[in-house]
């Protein structure tokens, strides 16, 4: 009978501990905060708020020139009018003819930027150019993307090659423009240039065609970015630009509709 007792006494003291088996103060001291462990307690503590993002304009704005070093100091990046330019980079080359056939069928004059080891091989192309009014630009001899680093009598080697070859197919014909390969304009490449009777030609408006991007991502890009004054850069040469000659045959009335269209002046 004492042993009936002294085990329902053991289940009453259990009941009063919630059934944790362990004693009232144990208890206490394992459901505390741990001294070792403060809590942190920030007054007025301001909620983490993501910065704000400018809203997306409703028409894309013209591409911004990027910084090339220096930058192209002293080079042309508007036509100075309302008029647009259409520049062609990297030719003569084989979709140089598809792109003087659309031109001459919209009745608009362009500029050509010329890589000279290219030129003999397609003096025609060049003859061609010049007969109907478009204008040269020299683009170096190899299109050596870091002309800008080289020595100025290396540079002003790459220009005076392709000069004395444009002039090889065109006796005469006026050379008034430089463009760097790839805009990697420095101080000198401008200076150098311009010490040879030749005005550096940047853009303002750029699709990266030479990239491939797809037919309408090219014609989204220049219809939208283009505004009075434009440069326009596009390629004939270069590689394959199926899909620059597709969107051509979108851009080019478009633009006919919409501005006057300019070679650069010689």
């Known amino acids: 009978m004492a042993r009936r007792e002294w085990v329902l006494g053991l289940a009453v003291l259990v009941l009063m501990l919630g059934g944790s ?36 304009p409703t028409a894309p704005l013209p591409l911004p020139i990027p910084d090339h070093g220096t930058g192209p100091a002293g080079s042309l990046r508007t036509t100075g009018s309302s008029a647009v330019a259409l520049t062609f980079d990297d030719g003569p080359w084989a979709y140089t003819p598809g792109v003087l056939d659309l031109l001459a069928q919209y009745h608009i004059k362009a500029t050509f930027c010329l890589i000279g080891r290219q030129v003999a091989a397609h003096a025609d192309l060049v003859r061609r150019m010049v007969a109907e009014g478009h204008t040269l630009c020299n683009h170096t001899w190899s299109h050596d993307l870091l002309l800008r680093t080289r020595s100025p009598d ?43 009777g030749m005005t550096s030609i940047y853009w303002n408006v750029d699709p990266q065609d030479w990239t491939r991007p797809g037919v309408g991502a090219i014609i989204g890009n220049v219809l939208s970015r283009t505004g009075p004054g434009a440069i326009v850069l596009m390629h004939d040469g270069g590689g394959d630009r199926s899909q620059t000659m597709t969107a051509l045959r979108t851009i080019l009335p478009a633009f006919v509709r919409r501005f006057t269209l300019i070679p650069l002046p010689d």
């Not at 990697?184 to 200076?191: E, H, P, R």
């Open 21 to 56: 088996g362990v004693p009232p103060a144990q208890a206490e001291v394992l459901h505390r905060p741990s001294a070792a462990r403060p809590v942190a307690v920030r007054a007025n503590p301001s909620p983490s708020v993501p910065p704000s993002r400018s809203p997306t």
């Open 154 to 196: 290396r540079i002003r080697a790459e220009l005076q090659r392709t000069a004395d070859a444009i002039h090889a197919v065109v006796p005469g014909a006026p050379i008034r423009y430089f463009r760097n390969p790839g805009g990697n304009f420095s101080a000198q490449t401008v200076a150098i240039a311009a010490s040879m």
